[in-house]
């Protein structure tokens, strides 16, 4: 009996110990993100309860403690003791103990962007034998969507961020504008000093649906900072042709758009 009532001591004094620690060892890209975004969680699990472990698996959740907020499991929490391949983390090659693994929100929850404030989740083993401790809240940007001829996603960027521009050809108000056909972005970065990165970037453009147009890119992958300096904006415009009176083909372009690059933590 005695034996029985310690080792009974020990469970539950590690159980409180699990539910009091606090998975950190993990990043989130990109660095802001609304409901609606595809996120990559990037994961290191050395000096963890999983760590040395090559098969794990994503258990999360939606809006712990949030008031006014329902919470709900993710769709990959379908038994604790026998994870779907769903939710299995892919492990990064050569990296020991580090892994990764993508979703979209409203996808993972089945919630719409305004029913969700943040989310947690832990790593497991298949079987539930072994797990991480929780993650910290992970909160969402909330969600506001005004539309326009020319926006970026996501609506706020870092220097480091993959920004896409998009041109949505069916609110564009001049004659030009509705009748040209996209090919190019230019696209200027600038310093904190007000200097330009470099000669404007020209991108290619694709069609993303009926008359939606869209390209990418990352600014620091584009141009390397000056020592001491950061990139803080950058302009965009789209560039195509549209035919003369004579037939023949007229460069022209969209109205420039100057975007702000938020200082990411």
């Not at 990764?100 to 989310?119: D, R």
């Amino acid at each position: 009996m005695k034996k029985l009532l310690i080792l009974s001591l020990i469970i539950l004094g590690s159980q409180l110990a699990m539910s009091q620690c606090v998975f950190e060892n993990y990043t989130i890209s990109p660095t802001t993100f609304t409901a609606e975004d595809e996120i990559t969680i990037s994961f290191d699990f050395t000096g963890t309860a999983v760590a040395g472990e090559t098969d794990l698996y994503l258990w999360t959740w939606s809006n712990k403690e949030a008031t006014g907020f329902t919470g709900k499991d993710g769709i990959v929490n379908t038994e604790w003791a026998n994870s779907p391949a769903s939710a299995k983390l892919t492990p990064v090659a050569g990296a020991p103990n580090k892994f990764t693994y993508k979703f979209t929100a409203t996808t993972m929850y089945n919630q719409t962007p305004g029913q969700l404030k943040h989310f947690q989740f832990l790593a497991k083993t298949k079987n539930g034998s072994k797990q991480s401790c929780d993650s910290k809240k992970n909160a969402f940007d909330p969600l506001v969507f005004v539309p326009s001829m020319l926006r970026i996603f996501p609506a706020k960027v870092g220097q480091n961020d993959v920004v896409s521009l998009y041109f949505h050809q069916d609110l564009a108000t001049s004659i030009d504008e509705q009748r040209m056909e996209p090919v190019s972005v230019t696209v200027e970065v600038f310093d904190n000093t007000g200097a330009s990165a470099g000669q404007p970037l020209t991108l290619p453009v694709k069609s993303a649906g009926t008359k939606l147009w869209k390209a990418f890119f990352v600014p620091t992958r584009s141009y390397t900072p000056g020592a001491g300096k950061k990139f803080t904006r950058f302009t965009y415009k789209f560039n195509g042709t549209v035919r003369d009176a004579s037939n023949q083909p007229v460069t022209v372009s969209t109205a420039v758009v100057e975007v702000t690059l938020a200082e990411m933590k």
